[in-house]
């Protein structure tokens, strides 16, 4: 390999590896949603376990229909507004005191953040989110996969044409 290769090599070996460090899941192990708040952060994939506070009306917009909550942030004082859309995902049946977790990205507001995208993409541009409640995980209208979690072999059924899956509405 010759020099100019080998820098070539060695910068776009550096540049894969900082993508990859910038797409890693977060999770509130770390007090990362904390610090999230503090850094004025957004757009960032976070897994947050919490208990349901407040139950809030539905908003109905032009991206659709929102299932709206407050949760309380597990062993932190930070609240967060979970709005999960009911058109594409699954609406999931939380009741205040309710232990969740939730998988979607983070958006930085002045009253602690909100977390959406907590369903599945259709377009596939963003990674898939889900709530938790009571080891069911909620994520999909219309499938059997809506409240089970992801699989390779759904994963596997959904790239094969004809593939059938069950469908939960009557």
């Not at 004025?40 to 709206?68: C, F, I, M």
């Not at 369903?119 to 999909?140: A, C, K, M, N, W």
């Not at 219309?142 to 009557?170: F, M, N």
């Amino acid at each position: 390999m010759t020099g100019s290769r080998a820098l070539s090599f060695v910068v776009r070996a550096a540049l894969l590896v900082a993508i990859a460090a910038a797409c890693a899941p977060v999770d509130t192990e770390s007090g990362t949603v904390e610090r999230l708040f503090a850094e004025r952060r957004s757009n960032v994939e976070v897994t947050v376990d919490g208990a349901v506070t407040r139950l809030l009306t539905d908003d109905a917009g032009p991206s659709g229909t929102h299932q709206r909550f407050i949760i309380q942030v597990a062993a932190a004082t930070q609240t967060l507004l979970v709005d999960n859309n009911v058109d594409i995902g699954k609406r999931a049946p939380v009741a205040v005191g309710d232990t969740v977790r939730i998988r979607g990205e983070y958006v930085w507001n002045s009253e602690g953040g909100l977390v959406h995208f907590t369903h599945h993409d259709p377009q596939r541009t963003h990674e898939d989110g889900f709530i938790e409640l009571r080891g069911v995980r909620y994520s999909r209208v219309g499938t059997l996969w809506g409240v089970l979690d992801s699989s390779p072999r759904r994963l596997r059924c959904e790239r094969q044409a004809g593939c059938r899956t069950a469908s939960l509405r009557a």
